[in-house]
Structures are given as structure tokens and as C-alpha cells.
């Protein structure tokens, strides 16, 4: 079982799941609140958060609207 640090903008989730690094990203979004905001990308990694500076070639990542479309979110609607 893996354990991904997924980020993107304030939000910042800990996942442990069976689930590849894409699958985990569009799990995080179902958890975003009111007051969090998401970059254009996703970054996820097992080793800690990541961002645009702290990013490796170990990181993986998505663009948010990838991940958000796969998790069925429709942004037209917001």
C-alpha cells in the first residue's frame, strides 16, 4: 500500500491506498472545502508535498483539469 502527498494550491491531502497517483489525486478533490484552492496542476509524491519549486522527476504531475474532469466534476457549473 502506497502513501501519496497529494497538493495543489492550499489543498494538501495524506492518502494511503492501493490506488495509483492519478486515482489518488481524483480522490482529493471530493475533499476540498470552501476555502481551498487548486493550481494548475496536481503534484503528488510519496515522499512529502511537492509544488512547481520542490517538484523532481519522482513527482508526479496532472493537470488539475485532467483530475477534475476523471473525478466528474463539472467546472461549468461553479
Same mark, same amino acid.
Given at each position: 500500500?502506497?502513501?501519496?502527498?497529494?497538493?495543489?494550491?492550499?489543498?494538501?491531502?495524506?492518502?494511503?491506498? +492501493?490506488?495509483?497517483?492519478?486515482?489518488?489525486?481524483?480522490?482529493? @478533490?471530493?475533499?476540498?472545502?470552501?476555502?481551498?484552492?487548486? #493550481?494548475?496542476?496536481?503534484?503528488?509524491?510519496?515522499?512529502?508535498?511537492?509544488?512547481?519549486i520542490t517538484a +523532481?522527476?519522482?513527482?508526479?504531475?496532472?493537470?488539475?483539469?485532467? @483530475?477534475?474532469?476523471?473525478?466528474?466534476?463539472?467546472?461549468? #457549473?461553479?
Open positions: 500500500m502506497a502513501k501519496y502527498y497529494v497538493k495543489s494550491g492550499s489543498l494538501e491531502m495524506i492518502f494511503a491506498s +492501493d490506488k495509483n497517483p492519478f486515482e489518488a489525486a481524483q480522490q482529493s @478533490v471530493w475533499e476540498l472545502n470552501d476555502n481551498d484552492t487548486i #493550481d494548475e496542476y496536481f503534484y503528488i509524491d510519496e515522499r512529502g508535498f511537492r509544488d512547481y +523532481d522527476g519522482h513527482t508526479c504531475v496532472f493537470k488539475s483539469m485532467a @483530475v477534475l474532469d476523471a473525478a466528474g466534476w463539472n467546472m461549468d #457549473d461553479m
